[in-house]
């Protein structure tokens, strides 16, 4: 059974299992297993487990400030940016107008901002669900070139409307983050307003959420988090300026924070019955504002998230009433099977602790897998780079990865479930990601 969850990337699919239910389990396997991640320097992070209302597990590793500042220990009201999951809090809202009459989801966009292509088309709902057609300008070549520095409503609306769009609106589903930053500066719009206050406002003043609000630059005083890459140690990201990713990513949260939501999301706290449902009608694979993940005869809802070097996902089971959210600033290892093995330990189901071996490799024999790749079904091309004994590779528009060699002509990215298998005879790799095979050409140089 696989559990699958959308991010910003290529390289950040998530794909989880889910194992059947049990009685109360093991928490300290659980500590072992994040003691592991901890000690082989596997993972950074923080993870909530809630019951029927009660968190029954948290638990934070690694650090929130590291080399060369002073190394500060996260605990578990360390806070994390949770990238996509931002994207359920703005729907919640978003539903919330919709029940006092000041919004509907056949409204159409040209209401708001007529310049966006098919603007008289689009409705609210096809936003919501990732109808709309809106090209997500964080899929732009040069998006990471500026993606740090602050941008206005109106030039964030001015980059949208310069995009033709992708597909007429309700002919498909694709996954774009333009549709939940106009979905944010409408319900601005609407409430007179800034997103930020809206979100204390409208949700965690009602839930008692203390540690969960609108980004700005992170500040470790207040007990925020940098998040990290490994590049033979971990060095800290770049940070994306949180004026930018607005309502489909400006949230910073805790992992105890998030389970919390959740359940009071899927309790009637938040938004009604109706709503709900509306939330959780899938299309395509995706509903509004969130994801449905079937498990055996059960089905669990939820988001993922990534921006920067942070990767969190947040899953509810209603059958079990059962909440599991992980927040990552800095992981080489696979935050789906970091909430495997957390799900394993819970429902008390036979798991065994995962073994990290090192497989070396020379500068020389990195050489052989440089170059730039490109693959006829994926719009992207790949350069792989290698330095000081390390192989790099990037995509076009996305982040420099670390791919870490795990047996001959083999390398992996782990927190993204990423295996490549180069053939330097042939010139090319074989890359396996969440069940999908691509094969990958060496363009002459």
């Known amino acids: 059974m696989k559990l699958k969850s959308f991010s910003l990337t290529i390289f950040t699919l998530l794909a989880v299992a889910f194992i059947s239910c049990a009685q109360p389990f093991n928490k300290a396997k659980l500590d072992s297993l994040l003691d592991l991640l901890a000690e082989k320097n596997r993972a950074m992070g923080s993870l909530a487990i809630l019951k029927d209302g009660n968190?029954?597990?948290?638990?934070?590793?690694?650090?929130?400030?590291?080399?060369?500042?002073?190394?500060?220990?996260?605990?578990?009201?360390?806070?994390?940016?949770?990238?996509?999951?931002?994207?359920?809090?703005?729907?919640?809202?978003v539903f919330q107008l919709i029940e006092e009459g000041k919004l509907e989801l056949s409204a159409t966009l040209d209401k708001f901002y007529p310049t966006v292509a098919n603007a008289n088309l689009i409705t609210i709902g096809n936003m919501l669900s990732h109808r709309s057609g809106i090209h997500s300008f964080t899929d732009d070549s040069m998006y990471l070139s500026w993606s740090n520095e602050p941008k206005t409503h109106d030039e964030i609306i001015k980059l949208i409307s310069a995009y033709k769009p992708d597909f007429e609106p309700n002919a498909k589903t694709a996954y774009s983050n333009s549709n939940f930053v106009l979905l944010g500066y409408i319900i601005e719009k609407i409430c007179s307003k800034p997103y930020a206050d809206l979100l204390q406002e409208r949700i965690c003043s009602r839930i008692g959420l203390k540690n969960t609000y609108y980004g700005g630059k992170t500040d470790v005083s207040k007990n925020e988090s940098f998040s990290f890459m490994f590049d033979g140690s971990w060095k800290q990201q770049p940070e994306t300026d949180m004026s930018i990713p607005h309502g489909a990513g400006s949230v910073v949260s805790t992992s105890g924070d998030l389970v919390q939501f959740i359940y009071a999301l899927f309790t009637g706290k938040l938004v009604n019955e109706t709503s709900l449902n509306s939330m959780k009608t899938i299309t395509d694979g995706l509903g509004m504002g969130m994801m449905k993940f079937p498990y055996d005869e059960r089905v669990a809802y939820g988001h993922g998230g990534a921006i920067d070097g942070f990767n969190s996902i947040l899953i509810y089971l209603p059958d079990d009433k059962l909440s599991v959210a992980y927040c990552s600033n800095g992981t080489r290892y696979s935050i789906n099977d970091i909430l495997i093995g957390a799900l394993n330990i819970y429902y008390n189901k036979p798991y065994?602790?995962?073994?990290?071996?090192?497989?070396?490799?020379?500068?020389?024999?990195?050489?052989?897998?440089?170059?730039?790749?490109?693959?006829?079904?994926?719009?992207?091309?790949?350069?792989?780079?290698?330095?000081?004994?390390?192989?790099?590779?990037?995509?076009?528009g996305q982040p420099v990865i670390n791919l870490e060699p795990t047996a001959r002509h083999v390398f992996s990215f782990e927190r993204a479930g990423i295996i490549m298998t180069f053939d330097p005879e042939k010139h090319e790799f074989l890359l396996e990601q969440g069940g999908g095979k691509f094969t990958f050409t060496k363009e002459q140089q």
């Open 55 to 93: 968190i029954i597990y948290a638990r934070a590793i690694g650090y929130k400030q590291m080399a060369p500042q002073p190394q500060i220990a996260s605990d578990i009201l360390t806070t994390y940016r949770i990238g996509s999951i931002s994207k359920m809090f703005t729907a919640t809202i």
């Open 352 to 396: 065994s602790m995962p073994v990290f071996t090192a497989y070396k490799v020379t500068q020389e024999e990195l050489e052989q897998y440089v170059g730039v790749y490109s693959c006829p079904q994926i719009p992207i091309k790949v350069t792989i780079t290698a330095k000081d004994g390390i192989l790099y590779g990037q995509g076009t």
